[in-house]
């Protein structure tokens, strides 16, 4: 088989995959918790397990997870936009041609985004 067949063959794969899983957790209601919902060891033994943390946590819009590395990756996330900016308005001084290129590339993003948004106001 050709390389590509077989790339073909591993998408098909994984949407079949992903469609049985869907269909599982649909079915076995993991996904779905109601506070009201009386939860037994024999009727579901993850939420009882997990009911305190289920009923207090959620999730941020486009989050697909939670947990430490989450928490870690956002504020990792944060400081790299914060750092960015300061970096973009001079504030904090590049050391190397790499990260210039970066504040370069960030600042053009930046100035796209300007002249989309006064275009759109003014349209």
Same mark, same amino acid.
């Given at each position: 088989m050709k390389?590509?067949?077989?790339?073909?063959?591993a998408l098909v794969f994984s949407l079949v995959l992903c469609i049985i899983l869907i269909?599982?957790?649909?079915?076995?209601?993991?996904l779905r918790?109601?506070?009201?919902e009386k939860?037994?060891?024999?009727?579901?033994?993850?939420?009882?397990?997990n009911k305190e943390w289920l009923a207090k946590t959620t999730l941020k819009p486009g989050q697909s997870n939670t947990g430490a590395f989450a928490?870690? /990756?956002? $504020?990792?996330?944060?400081r790299l936009k914060a750092d960015?900016?300061?970096?973009a308005s001079g504030e904090l001084v590049t050391t190397n041609a790499e990260q210039e290129k970066m504040v370069a590339y960030y600042?053009?993003?930046l100035n796209r985004?300007?002249?989309?948004?006064? /275009?759109? $106001?003014?349209?």
């Open positions: 390389k590509r067949s077989l790339g073909k063959l269909c599982i957790i649909r079915h076995t209601g993991i918790f109601s506070e009201t939860v037994t060891e024999k009727t579901n033994l993850y939420k009882t397990v928490e870690l /990756e956002e $504020k990792v996330d944060n960015m900016k300061k970096m600042k053009q993003a985004h300007l002249i989309l948004i006064n /275009e759109i $106001k003014m349209g």
